[in-house]
Protein backbone atom coordinates (compact mmCIF):
# COMPACT_ATOMS: atom_id res chain seq x y z
CA UNK A 1 0.00 0.00 0.00
CA UNK A 2 1.51 3.27 -1.15
CA UNK A 3 -1.19 5.34 1.47
CA UNK A 4 -1.60 4.70 5.10
CA UNK A 5 -4.42 5.38 7.56
CA UNK A 6 -2.50 7.09 10.33
CA UNK A 7 -5.40 6.54 12.70
CA UNK A 8 -8.55 5.45 12.94
CA UNK A 9 -11.68 7.81 12.16
CA UNK A 10 -15.67 7.35 13.10
CA UNK A 11 -18.34 6.38 10.52
CA UNK A 12 -19.18 8.89 7.97
CA UNK A 13 -22.35 7.74 8.19
CA UNK A 14 -24.79 10.76 8.96
CA UNK A 15 -22.22 13.25 8.66
CA UNK A 16 -22.62 16.54 6.52
CA UNK A 17 -20.22 17.09 3.75
CA UNK A 18 -18.00 19.45 6.02
CA UNK A 19 -17.92 16.88 9.14
CA UNK A 20 -16.75 14.18 6.62
CA UNK A 21 -13.49 16.15 5.60
CA UNK A 22 -13.18 17.20 8.72
CA UNK A 23 -13.14 13.52 10.15
CA UNK A 24 -10.27 12.55 7.75
CA UNK A 25 -8.51 15.97 7.79
CA UNK A 26 -4.57 14.49 8.24
CA UNK A 27 -5.89 10.80 7.99
CA UNK A 28 -4.37 9.57 5.33
CA UNK A 29 -0.78 10.08 4.10
CA UNK A 30 1.67 8.73 1.89
CA UNK A 31 3.21 5.59 3.05
CA UNK A 32 6.45 6.67 4.98
CA UNK A 33 8.64 4.11 2.93
CA UNK A 34 6.05 2.84 0.54
CA UNK A 35 4.71 6.33 -0.92
CA UNK A 36 7.73 6.85 -3.04
CA UNK A 37 6.04 4.40 -5.80
CA UNK A 38 3.61 7.33 -6.51
CA UNK A 39 6.68 9.79 -7.53
CA UNK A 40 5.67 10.73 -11.34
CA UNK A 41 3.04 7.82 -11.63
CA UNK A 42 -0.43 7.75 -12.95
CA UNK A 43 -3.05 6.82 -10.24
CA UNK A 44 -6.31 5.47 -10.04
CA UNK A 45 -7.97 5.62 -6.93
CA UNK A 46 -10.83 3.00 -6.52
CA UNK A 47 -13.98 3.44 -3.63
CA UNK A 48 -16.94 1.60 -3.77
CA UNK A 49 -19.03 3.62 -2.75
CA UNK A 50 -19.18 8.03 -2.91
CA UNK A 51 -21.42 9.82 -0.86
CA UNK A 52 -19.24 13.45 -0.58
CA UNK A 53 -16.04 12.65 -2.41
CA UNK A 54 -14.46 13.52 1.07
CA UNK A 55 -12.27 10.16 1.15
CA UNK A 56 -11.18 10.51 -2.63
CA UNK A 57 -10.52 14.15 -2.23
CA UNK A 58 -8.07 13.59 0.86
CA UNK A 59 -6.31 10.09 -0.76
CA UNK A 60 -6.29 12.53 -3.57
CA UNK A 61 -4.13 15.05 -1.87
CA UNK A 62 -2.16 12.22 -0.44
CA UNK A 63 -0.75 10.71 -3.75
CA UNK A 64 0.03 14.44 -4.78
CA UNK A 65 2.29 15.19 -1.52
CA UNK A 66 3.82 11.60 -2.85
CA UNK A 67 4.26 12.97 -6.15
CA UNK A 68 1.61 11.46 -8.05
CA UNK A 69 1.83 13.08 -11.82
CA UNK A 70 -2.20 12.70 -12.48
CA UNK A 71 -4.56 11.39 -9.91
CA UNK A 72 -8.03 9.65 -10.95
CA UNK A 73 -10.52 8.39 -8.84
CA UNK A 74 -13.02 5.76 -10.15
CA UNK A 75 -16.75 5.10 -7.95
CA UNK A 76 -18.60 2.12 -8.32
CA UNK A 77 -21.63 4.01 -6.93
CA UNK A 78 -22.70 7.60 -6.05
CA UNK A 79 -25.06 8.52 -3.42
CA UNK A 80 -27.35 11.09 -4.47
CA UNK A 81 -28.74 14.13 -2.43
CA UNK A 82 -27.37 16.75 -0.51
CA UNK A 83 -25.27 14.38 1.62
Do not use: F, W
Not at 3 to 18: A, E, F, H, V
Not at 28 to 36: D, E, L
Not at 37 to 63: E, F, H, P
Amino acid sequence: MALLRLRPTPSQKGRSRDARYKNLDEAIMPHPRKGHVLDQRNVVLIDDVMTSGATLAIATDACRRAGAENVSVLALARVGGDT
